[in-house]
């Protein structure tokens, strides 16, 4: 990633006295970063624009730059020294800055592992932004008609985070079924893992499920898709079978793939894959207890379970549900909703595995929290969310304070 400084000094101070100063405070970054100094009109050829503010009496010369700041889309970043009143100046100009409204701006000042440590994040985030203005979602098949509190204005969110999201019918899947040969199906079927048992489900439910994986990946790649929820339970009727099996393995594939056209869970899921490079799952809550909530879904990506089997789908009762066991170990759980996916909740706690109950969807385990569960009762986001394995609290507070999300207690 390359960084560009932009100097910024005022009209009384010689340049040359002000070179031994910030030549302390950028030679220790050259041995980290690619950096180079630029001027504000080469501002669009780095990734990640600084302005070093070198003296007081600079906040005038800021203003001038600001527009062509903003214009790049990219974060407000500015560098303090310790002489020359630049870190008068500098908070003088963060405050301006926050009070038109660009929250995410940071002031980079201290000691040089701080320094260095900051900008590491803030290169992380930018990297962030840039992969989500390139995403395309897919919802396949609208949001199923019991996700009331799910739906978002798909023009707010290309304002916000630059994805784009399209609408897919669900025919489109459909109607690849029975395209594809017994040979790509038996290749395709040697890429899945062994479950460690099956329970229900047939060869013939297993053909099929592998079938809906070839068709969703056949409809991804013809909409240049980056991530897809699907409509899954409108699969029951056509085709007697679900999309459990293909979703969980588009997941292992580090492609996000959602249940129930739920376009916040699925995005709350390509957060958690772009922070932790690990696939999430995605769960409903579905019983709170006095020592934790159990969550429960009929499909998991194999890859972050000890160990699975096939069952049947639970609600239906065909094709094939994920029974996946999870270890013990830290989890965190997180959503993000609102008309422009600008709201969140995330919390970590220790998940346990349990014994399956046949009233729950046959993925469970449960997770306990610390400070209680007035979250659940008073300001839920909706149904679905998503648990990650390992305590990622930290960096996704990191990630929504950059975008300027608001939290939900």
């Known amino acids: 990633m390359k960084i560009g400084i932009i100097p910024l000094a005022s009209e009384v101070h010689d340049p040359h006295q002000l070179f031994p100063e910030s030549n302390a405070i950028l030679e220790p970054l050259t041995r980290v970063f690619e950096i180079k100094e630029i001027t504000i009109s080469e501002i669009n050829q780095v990734d990640f ?14 203003k001038a730059i600001f527009p062509q700041l903003i214009n790049t889309g990219k974060p407000i970043t500015l560098l303090a020294t310790n002489t020359h009143n630049s870190l008068p100046a500098s908070l003088e100009i963060l405050y301006w800055i926050k009070r038109n409204g660009i929250h995410n701006s940071l002031l980079l000042h201290g000691p040089m592992e701080t320094i260095i440590e900051k900008i590491q994040k803030r290169a992380r985030h930018i990297k962030i932004a840039f992969t989500l203005s390139k995403m395309k979602i897919g919802v396949i098949g ?35 079924i029975g395209e594809f040969s017994p040979a790509i199906i038996d290749e395709t079927r040697s890429i899945f893992p062994s479950p ?17 994986y070839l068709s969703l990946k056949k409809v991804a790649a013809r909409y240049n898709l980056s991530a897809l929820t699907l409509r899954c339970f409108d699969l029951l009727k056509p085709l007697n079978n679900t999309g459990c099996l293909a979703l969980s393995r588009l997941n292992d594939e580090g492609f996000p793939a959602g249940c129930e056209g739920d376009i916040p869970a699925l995005f709350t899921m390509i957060i958690n894959t772009l922070i932790t490079h690990e696939p999430s799952f995605m769960a409903n809550p579905s019983q709170i207890t006095s020592d934790g909530i159990i969550f429960a879904h009929c499909t998991v990506p194999m890859n972050i379970v000890q160990s699975f089997g096939y069952k049947t789908h639970f609600e239906s009762g065909i094709g094939i549900g994920i029974s996946g066991e999870f270890q013990r170990s830290i989890m965190t759980l997180s ?8 709201n969140y909740y995330v919390v970590s706690g220790e998940g346990t595995p349990l014994e399956e109950s046949p009233n729950l969807c046959r993925t469970q385990v449960k997770l306990k ?8 009762y008073k300001s839920p986001l909706g149904n679905h969310h998503i648990l990650s394995k390992g305590d990622h609290v930290d960096s996704f507070v990191e990630f929504a304070d950059y975008f300027s999300l608001q939290k939900i207690h």
């Open 196 to 212: 460690r048992y099956i329970d229900g489900p047939d060869d013939t439910d297993i053909t099929g499920a592998i079938q809906i």
């Open 49 to 62: 624009p600084i302005v070093l503010i070198q003296t007081g009496g600079t906040e005038h010369r800021f």
């Open 369 to 376: 929290i610390a400070g209680g569960y007035d979250y659940f």
């Open 142 to 176: 609208k949001p199923s008609d019991w996700l009331i509190s799910s739906d978002v204005d798909y023009e707010k969110v290309k304002q916000k985070w630059g994805v784009t999201i399209v609408d897919i019918p669900l025919e489109e899947v459909i109607s690849n």
């Open 335 to 342: 959503k993000i909703n609102g008309d422009s996916l600008d």
